[in-house]
Protein backbone atom coordinates (compact mmCIF):
# COMPACT_ATOMS: atom_id res chain seq x y z
CA UNK A 1 0.00 0.00 0.00
CA UNK A 2 2.83 2.56 1.07
CA UNK A 3 5.33 3.50 -1.60
CA UNK A 4 7.89 4.97 0.19
CA UNK A 5 10.04 7.77 -2.03
CA UNK A 6 13.52 7.04 -3.26
CA UNK A 7 15.84 7.80 -1.97
CA UNK A 8 18.75 10.57 -2.58
CA UNK A 9 23.06 11.33 -2.16
CA UNK A 10 23.62 14.86 -2.41
CA UNK A 11 26.86 16.61 -1.57
CA UNK A 12 25.08 19.45 -0.48
CA UNK A 13 23.27 17.82 2.63
CA UNK A 14 26.60 17.32 4.15
CA UNK A 15 27.37 19.13 7.37
CA UNK A 16 30.85 21.10 7.39
CA UNK A 17 31.11 23.63 9.11
CA UNK A 18 34.10 25.43 7.20
CA UNK A 19 31.94 25.22 3.78
CA UNK A 20 28.70 25.64 4.57
CA UNK A 21 26.57 23.21 2.07
CA UNK A 22 24.57 25.67 -0.77
CA UNK A 23 21.17 24.02 0.08
CA UNK A 24 20.21 26.69 2.74
CA UNK A 25 16.78 26.61 5.26
CA UNK A 26 14.50 29.80 5.33
CA UNK A 27 14.86 30.53 8.68
CA UNK A 28 14.89 34.36 10.64
CA UNK A 29 18.63 35.07 11.56
CA UNK A 30 19.96 37.84 13.65
CA UNK A 31 20.25 34.86 16.71
CA UNK A 32 23.52 34.79 18.55
CA UNK A 33 24.21 30.76 18.69
CA UNK A 34 26.00 29.28 21.39
CA UNK A 35 29.58 28.79 20.21
CA UNK A 36 30.28 25.50 19.08
CA UNK A 37 32.07 22.90 20.84
CA UNK A 38 33.32 20.62 18.31
CA UNK A 39 33.61 20.29 14.73
CA UNK A 40 30.72 19.45 13.41
CA UNK A 41 29.85 15.66 12.04
CA UNK A 42 28.67 15.24 8.27
CA UNK A 43 25.82 12.72 8.10
CA UNK A 44 26.30 9.12 6.48
CA UNK A 45 25.51 8.05 3.20
CA UNK A 46 21.83 7.52 2.67
CA UNK A 47 20.46 3.39 1.48
CA UNK A 48 17.31 1.94 0.11
CA UNK A 49 14.81 1.12 2.23
CA UNK A 50 11.14 0.47 2.35
CA UNK A 51 8.45 1.40 5.19
CA UNK A 52 8.02 -0.81 8.51
CA UNK A 53 5.31 -2.40 9.90
CA UNK A 54 3.42 -0.01 12.19
CA UNK A 55 3.46 -1.47 15.85
CA UNK A 56 1.06 -0.19 18.60
CA UNK A 57 2.27 -0.48 22.31
CA UNK A 58 0.14 -0.82 25.14
CA UNK A 59 -0.74 2.04 27.53
CA UNK A 60 1.09 2.46 31.16
CA UNK A 61 0.82 0.95 33.79
CA UNK A 62 -2.15 3.20 35.55
CA UNK A 63 -2.66 4.73 39.08
CA UNK A 64 0.69 5.67 40.11
CA UNK A 65 1.16 8.76 41.66
CA UNK A 66 3.49 10.02 38.82
CA UNK A 67 0.72 9.23 36.39
CA UNK A 68 -1.86 11.58 38.90
CA UNK A 69 1.00 14.23 38.71
CA UNK A 70 1.56 13.92 35.24
CA UNK A 71 -3.01 14.47 34.69
CA UNK A 72 -2.40 17.67 35.99
CA UNK A 73 0.38 18.71 33.72
CA UNK A 74 -1.70 17.56 30.84
CA UNK A 75 -4.13 19.77 32.13
CA UNK A 76 -2.09 22.83 32.40
CA UNK A 77 -0.15 21.70 29.00
CA UNK A 78 -4.08 21.67 27.27
CA UNK A 79 -4.63 25.28 28.65
CA UNK A 80 -1.99 26.93 27.85
CA UNK A 81 -2.04 25.57 24.04
CA UNK A 82 -5.80 26.61 24.30
CA UNK A 83 -4.61 29.79 24.82
CA UNK A 84 -1.53 30.01 22.71
CA UNK A 85 -3.77 28.79 19.76
CA UNK A 86 -6.97 31.13 20.49
CA UNK A 87 -4.80 34.61 21.59
CA UNK A 88 -1.66 34.21 18.88
CA UNK A 89 -0.70 37.83 17.42
CA UNK A 90 -0.97 36.07 13.66
CA UNK A 91 -2.05 36.34 10.18
CA UNK A 92 -0.88 33.63 8.55
CA UNK A 93 -2.72 32.68 5.59
CA UNK A 94 -4.92 29.59 5.80
CA UNK A 95 -4.08 29.12 9.18
CA UNK A 96 -4.88 25.45 10.53
CA UNK A 97 -5.53 26.57 13.91
CA UNK A 98 -8.62 28.67 12.40
CA UNK A 99 -10.71 25.99 10.38
CA UNK A 100 -14.35 28.07 10.78
CA UNK A 101 -14.90 31.95 9.71
CA UNK A 102 -16.32 32.17 13.46
CA UNK A 103 -12.68 30.86 14.54
CA UNK A 104 -11.24 33.17 11.46
CA UNK A 105 -11.82 36.48 12.73
CA UNK A 106 -8.54 38.27 12.16
CA UNK A 107 -7.13 40.61 9.73
CA UNK A 108 -4.22 40.54 7.09
CA UNK A 109 -2.17 42.86 5.02
CA UNK A 110 -2.88 41.41 1.29
CA UNK A 111 0.57 39.76 0.08
CA UNK A 112 -1.11 39.80 -3.58
CA UNK A 113 -0.04 36.52 -3.41
CA UNK A 114 -1.62 33.29 -4.16
CA UNK A 115 -0.70 30.27 -2.14
CA UNK A 116 0.98 28.54 -4.79
CA UNK A 117 3.05 31.81 -5.97
CA UNK A 118 3.90 31.80 -2.24
CA UNK A 119 5.48 27.96 -2.46
CA UNK A 120 7.55 29.16 -5.75
CA UNK A 121 8.88 32.27 -3.46
CA UNK A 122 9.89 29.98 -0.73
CA UNK A 123 11.32 27.36 -2.53
CA UNK A 124 13.82 30.21 -3.84
CA UNK A 125 14.22 31.95 -0.63
CA UNK A 126 15.45 29.02 1.00
CA UNK A 127 18.25 28.19 -1.56
CA UNK A 128 19.36 31.82 -0.43
CA UNK A 129 20.26 32.19 3.05
CA UNK A 130 21.55 29.49 5.90
CA UNK A 131 21.79 30.02 9.34
CA UNK A 132 24.04 27.89 12.12
CA UNK A 133 22.12 25.04 12.01
CA UNK A 134 24.75 22.73 14.17
CA UNK A 135 24.61 25.19 16.98
CA UNK A 136 20.68 25.89 16.64
CA UNK A 137 20.30 22.08 16.91
CA UNK A 138 23.08 21.60 19.88
CA UNK A 139 21.10 24.03 21.60
CA UNK A 140 17.77 22.67 21.30
CA UNK A 141 19.43 19.31 22.71
CA UNK A 142 21.54 21.19 25.66
CA UNK A 143 18.56 23.90 26.60
CA UNK A 144 21.51 26.03 26.80
CA UNK A 145 19.22 29.42 26.07
CA UNK A 146 17.63 31.81 27.71
CA UNK A 147 13.74 31.68 27.08
CA UNK A 148 12.89 34.85 28.95
CA UNK A 149 15.12 37.11 26.81
CA UNK A 150 14.09 34.84 23.56
CA UNK A 151 10.22 36.00 24.51
CA UNK A 152 11.17 39.72 25.09
CA UNK A 153 13.05 40.07 21.25
CA UNK A 154 10.03 37.62 19.60
CA UNK A 155 7.58 40.71 21.53
CA UNK A 156 9.77 43.72 20.11
CA UNK A 157 10.18 42.00 16.02
CA UNK A 158 6.32 41.18 15.64
CA UNK A 159 5.26 41.39 12.26
CA UNK A 160 2.05 40.67 11.08
CA UNK A 161 2.24 41.73 6.81
CA UNK A 162 2.01 38.28 5.86
CA UNK A 163 4.69 38.65 3.22
CA UNK A 164 7.55 35.91 2.40
CA UNK A 165 10.06 37.44 4.97
CA UNK A 166 12.97 35.76 6.79
CA UNK A 167 12.75 34.08 10.25
CA UNK A 168 15.09 33.48 12.58
CA UNK A 169 16.30 30.45 14.71
CA UNK A 170 14.27 30.86 18.05
CA UNK A 171 16.64 30.09 20.98
CA UNK A 172 13.33 28.55 22.64
CA UNK A 173 11.21 25.46 22.97
CA UNK A 174 8.55 27.36 21.53
CA UNK A 175 7.63 27.70 17.60
CA UNK A 176 10.04 24.85 16.84
CA UNK A 177 7.94 22.94 14.63
CA UNK A 178 6.74 22.88 10.91
CA UNK A 179 3.19 23.82 10.46
CA UNK A 180 0.72 23.35 7.38
CA UNK A 181 -1.72 25.54 5.84
CA UNK A 182 -5.28 24.68 5.19
CA UNK A 183 -4.50 23.37 1.35
CA UNK A 184 -7.09 25.26 -0.80
CA UNK A 185 -5.39 25.31 -4.03
CA UNK A 186 -4.29 21.25 -5.32
CA UNK A 187 -0.37 22.34 -6.53
CA UNK A 188 -0.13 22.25 -9.98
CA UNK A 189 2.90 19.63 -9.91
CA UNK A 190 1.59 17.51 -6.97
CA UNK A 191 2.26 14.11 -8.25
CA UNK A 192 5.73 14.95 -9.21
CA UNK A 193 7.12 17.05 -6.09
CA UNK A 194 4.63 16.20 -3.39
CA UNK A 195 4.61 13.03 -1.05
CA UNK A 196 1.54 11.94 1.22
CA UNK A 197 1.53 11.16 5.16
CA UNK A 198 -1.66 9.95 6.79
CA UNK A 199 -1.75 11.97 9.95
CA UNK A 200 -3.40 9.92 13.29
CA UNK A 201 -4.98 11.85 15.88
CA UNK A 202 -3.22 12.63 18.55
CA UNK A 203 -1.03 15.81 20.74
CA UNK A 204 1.87 17.77 18.04
CA UNK A 205 5.16 17.20 19.99
CA UNK A 206 8.82 18.01 19.50
CA UNK A 207 10.86 15.73 20.87
CA UNK A 208 14.54 15.88 22.35
CA UNK A 209 16.35 13.09 23.04
CA UNK A 210 19.57 13.57 24.36
CA UNK A 211 22.51 13.72 27.66
CA UNK A 212 20.63 10.22 28.36
CA UNK A 213 17.08 11.66 28.60
CA UNK A 214 13.79 11.83 26.18
CA UNK A 215 12.01 14.95 26.70
CA UNK A 216 8.66 16.07 25.04
CA UNK A 217 7.61 19.98 24.38
CA UNK A 218 4.32 20.97 23.21
CA UNK A 219 3.71 23.31 20.49
CA UNK A 220 3.53 26.00 23.39
CA UNK A 221 7.60 24.89 24.38
CA UNK A 222 6.11 23.54 28.03
CA UNK A 223 7.95 20.24 28.70
CA UNK A 224 5.00 17.67 29.29
CA UNK A 225 7.25 14.70 29.37
CA UNK A 226 10.68 13.11 30.73
CA UNK A 227 11.98 9.57 30.29
CA UNK A 228 14.61 7.25 28.49
CA UNK A 229 13.90 5.93 25.28
CA UNK A 230 15.84 3.81 22.58
CA UNK A 231 16.75 6.84 20.31
CA UNK A 232 19.73 8.06 20.03
CA UNK A 233 20.99 9.83 22.85
CA UNK A 234 17.49 9.04 24.35
CA UNK A 235 19.14 7.10 27.62
CA UNK A 236 22.00 6.82 30.14
CA UNK A 237 22.98 3.01 29.22
CA UNK A 238 23.51 3.68 25.00
CA UNK A 239 27.15 3.42 24.30
CA UNK A 240 29.13 6.19 22.88
CA UNK A 241 29.78 9.74 24.33
CA UNK A 242 26.51 11.31 25.56
CA UNK A 243 27.29 15.30 24.37
CA UNK A 244 27.73 13.38 20.44
CA UNK A 245 24.23 11.79 20.57
CA UNK A 246 21.18 13.51 20.19
CA UNK A 247 18.18 13.51 18.02
CA UNK A 248 15.12 15.73 17.34
CA UNK A 249 11.78 14.90 16.05
CA UNK A 250 8.63 15.91 14.94
CA UNK A 251 5.93 13.84 16.52
CA UNK A 252 2.16 12.96 17.23
CA UNK A 253 1.76 11.47 20.30
CA UNK A 254 -1.19 9.04 20.65
CA UNK A 255 -1.93 8.50 24.38
CA UNK A 256 -4.25 5.63 23.91
CA UNK A 257 -1.66 3.67 22.69
CA UNK A 258 1.40 5.13 24.45
CA UNK A 259 3.15 5.67 20.15
CA UNK A 260 4.96 8.67 19.42
CA UNK A 261 4.28 8.49 15.38
CA UNK A 262 7.24 10.22 13.82
CA UNK A 263 5.95 12.67 11.21
CA UNK A 264 9.61 14.33 10.56
CA UNK A 265 13.40 14.20 11.58
CA UNK A 266 15.25 17.67 12.16
CA UNK A 267 18.45 15.74 13.96
CA UNK A 268 19.59 12.15 14.23
CA UNK A 269 22.38 10.69 16.55
CA UNK A 270 23.91 14.21 16.58
CA UNK A 271 23.84 15.22 12.74
CA UNK A 272 21.09 18.30 12.12
CA UNK A 273 19.59 17.32 8.71
CA UNK A 274 17.34 20.94 8.69
CA UNK A 275 18.61 21.69 5.16
CA UNK A 276 17.95 18.34 3.54
CA UNK A 277 14.99 17.83 1.54
CA UNK A 278 12.23 16.25 2.83
CA UNK A 279 12.31 13.52 0.98
CA UNK A 280 15.70 12.86 1.92
CA UNK A 281 14.45 13.18 5.85
CA UNK A 282 11.48 10.96 5.55
CA UNK A 283 13.37 8.48 3.86
CA UNK A 284 16.62 8.74 6.57
CA UNK A 285 14.43 7.50 9.15
CA UNK A 286 12.57 5.19 7.83
CA UNK A 287 16.47 3.64 7.12
CA UNK A 288 16.93 3.76 10.11
CA UNK A 289 14.07 1.99 11.88
CA UNK A 290 14.43 -0.56 9.15
CA UNK A 291 18.10 -1.25 10.37
CA UNK A 292 16.84 -0.93 14.26
CA UNK A 293 14.69 -3.51 13.76
CA UNK A 294 17.29 -5.90 12.16
CA UNK A 295 20.13 -5.48 14.44
CA UNK A 296 18.87 -4.41 17.98
CA UNK A 297 17.59 -6.98 20.08
CA UNK A 298 13.93 -6.49 21.91
CA UNK A 299 15.78 -4.56 24.50
CA UNK A 300 17.51 -2.15 22.14
CA UNK A 301 14.36 -1.72 19.84
CA UNK A 302 12.41 1.60 19.55
CA UNK A 303 9.12 0.08 18.60
CA UNK A 304 8.79 -2.36 21.32
CA UNK A 305 7.99 -0.73 24.69
CA UNK A 306 10.32 -1.81 27.55
CA UNK A 307 11.24 -0.54 31.14
CA UNK A 308 14.25 2.00 29.35
CA UNK A 309 11.92 2.39 26.04
CA UNK A 310 7.70 3.22 27.63
CA UNK A 311 7.21 4.48 24.60
CA UNK A 312 6.98 3.23 21.09
CA UNK A 313 8.26 5.53 18.33
CA UNK A 314 7.31 4.36 14.95
CA UNK A 315 7.61 6.27 11.32
CA UNK A 316 4.51 6.76 9.37
CA UNK A 317 4.13 5.59 6.33
CA UNK A 318 5.00 8.24 3.13
CA UNK A 319 3.32 8.14 -0.08
CA UNK A 320 3.27 9.46 -3.39
CA UNK A 321 1.28 12.01 -4.00
CA UNK A 322 -0.50 10.82 -7.26
CA UNK A 323 -4.39 10.17 -8.05
CA UNK A 324 -3.94 6.00 -7.57
CA UNK A 325 -2.02 6.29 -4.24
CA UNK A 326 -4.18 8.55 -2.88
CA UNK A 327 -7.13 6.35 -3.86
CA UNK A 328 -5.78 3.59 -2.35
CA UNK A 329 -4.33 4.96 1.06
CA UNK A 330 -7.77 6.53 2.06
CA UNK A 331 -9.63 3.65 0.70
CA UNK A 332 -7.78 0.81 3.06
CA UNK A 333 -7.12 -0.34 6.56
CA UNK A 334 -5.38 2.79 7.95
CA UNK A 335 -1.90 1.98 9.01
CA UNK A 336 -2.17 3.22 12.62
CA UNK A 337 -5.03 2.10 15.39
CA UNK A 338 -6.40 5.33 15.96
CA UNK A 339 -8.42 7.68 14.13
CA UNK A 340 -7.04 9.82 10.95
CA UNK A 341 -7.02 12.74 11.75
CA UNK A 342 -6.20 14.60 8.13
CA UNK A 343 -3.59 14.48 5.45
CA UNK A 344 -0.48 16.43 5.38
CA UNK A 345 1.25 16.54 2.05
CA UNK A 346 5.00 17.96 1.78
CA UNK A 347 6.82 19.33 -0.65
CA UNK A 348 9.83 17.50 -1.43
CA UNK A 349 12.27 19.80 -1.72
CA UNK A 350 11.08 21.92 1.56
CA UNK A 351 14.27 21.89 4.19
CA UNK A 352 12.57 22.19 7.77
CA UNK A 353 11.42 25.56 8.55
CA UNK A 354 9.87 25.99 11.77
CA UNK A 355 6.52 28.02 11.49
CA UNK A 356 3.48 28.20 8.83
CA UNK A 357 4.56 27.54 5.02
CA UNK A 358 2.48 26.57 1.66
CA UNK A 359 4.88 23.82 1.26
CA UNK A 360 3.52 21.89 3.59
CA UNK A 361 -0.94 21.40 3.05
CA UNK A 362 -3.01 20.20 5.45
CA UNK A 363 -6.65 18.44 4.42
CA UNK A 364 -9.00 16.39 6.28
CA UNK A 365 -10.17 12.96 4.72
CA UNK A 366 -13.88 14.47 4.12
CA UNK A 367 -12.46 16.97 1.86
CA UNK A 368 -10.45 15.12 -0.48
CA UNK A 369 -13.73 14.30 -3.15
CA UNK A 370 -14.25 18.00 -3.57
CA UNK A 371 -11.12 19.37 -3.78
CA UNK A 372 -9.05 16.57 -5.60
CA UNK A 373 -11.75 14.33 -7.36
CA UNK A 374 -10.87 11.05 -5.26
CA UNK A 375 -13.74 9.14 -3.72
CA UNK A 376 -13.00 8.29 -0.01
CA UNK A 377 -14.65 5.66 2.41
CA UNK A 378 -17.55 6.09 4.32
CA UNK A 379 -16.01 5.79 7.30
CA UNK A 380 -14.22 9.10 6.54
CA UNK A 381 -17.32 10.86 5.04
CA UNK A 382 -19.01 10.27 8.22
CA UNK A 383 -16.71 12.43 10.04
CA UNK A 384 -17.69 15.77 8.35
CA UNK A 385 -19.27 17.92 11.24
CA UNK A 386 -23.07 18.88 11.28
CA UNK A 387 -22.32 21.94 9.96
CA UNK A 388 -20.33 21.27 7.44
CA UNK A 389 -21.73 22.46 4.13
CA UNK A 390 -18.38 22.29 1.95
CA UNK A 391 -15.07 23.99 1.96
CA UNK A 392 -15.90 27.46 0.58
CA UNK A 393 -18.46 27.41 2.99
CA UNK A 394 -16.07 25.86 6.38
CA UNK A 395 -12.94 27.85 5.18
CA UNK A 396 -14.86 30.89 3.68
CA UNK A 397 -12.61 33.60 5.03
CA UNK A 398 -9.77 31.28 3.53
CA UNK A 399 -11.13 31.14 0.02
CA UNK A 400 -11.94 34.56 0.29
CA UNK A 401 -8.80 35.86 1.36
CA UNK A 402 -7.31 33.35 -1.59
CA UNK A 403 -9.86 34.87 -3.87
CA UNK A 404 -8.35 38.63 -3.12
CA UNK A 405 -5.04 38.05 -3.73
CA UNK A 406 -5.51 36.37 -7.06
CA UNK A 407 -7.50 39.52 -7.99
CA UNK A 408 -4.59 41.12 -7.00
CA UNK A 409 -2.00 39.23 -8.95
CA UNK A 410 -4.28 39.90 -12.09
CA UNK A 411 -4.03 44.07 -11.48
CA UNK A 412 -0.91 43.94 -10.77
CA UNK A 413 -0.18 42.12 -14.26
CA UNK A 414 -2.60 43.84 -15.93
CA UNK A 415 -0.98 47.10 -15.00
CA UNK A 416 2.67 45.73 -16.02
CA UNK A 417 1.53 44.84 -19.49
CA UNK A 418 -0.13 48.45 -19.93
CA UNK A 419 3.11 49.90 -18.89
CA UNK A 420 4.84 47.92 -21.35
CA UNK A 421 2.30 48.88 -24.09
CA UNK A 422 2.94 52.36 -23.88
CA UNK A 423 6.49 52.48 -23.28
CA UNK A 424 6.70 51.24 -26.88
Known amino acids: MTSAPQTMTDDSMINNKAKPPELELNLRPGVQMSPPRATARSPPGLSSHSPGNPMVGSPPPPGSSQGRGAGQGQQLDDLADCFAGSFAVTNTPNDTNRPHPRFAQYK ?24 DLVNHARALATGDFDEEKEEEEEEEEMDTSGEVRQRRLRKTYKNQLMLSEWLVEVPVDMAEKWLLILVPEGRRNLVVAANGSTKVFSKSGKQVKSFPSNLPGGNRGQRGGKSNKYTILDCIYSESNSVFYILDMMCWD ?25 EAENAGNMRIRSRINPYSFQPLPVYQCTRDS ?3 ALNSPMPFSDHLDGLLIYHREVHYMPGKTPLVGWIKGYMVPELMGISVCDELMEQRPQEYGGMKTYLKKTYDRVEKMKKADEEKLRAELENMVEDH
Open 270 to 294: GFQYYDCDTEFRLSWVQQKFIENSQ
Open 326 to 328: ISE
Open 108 to 131: MKSSGMSQEMRRKKLLEHQRSKRD
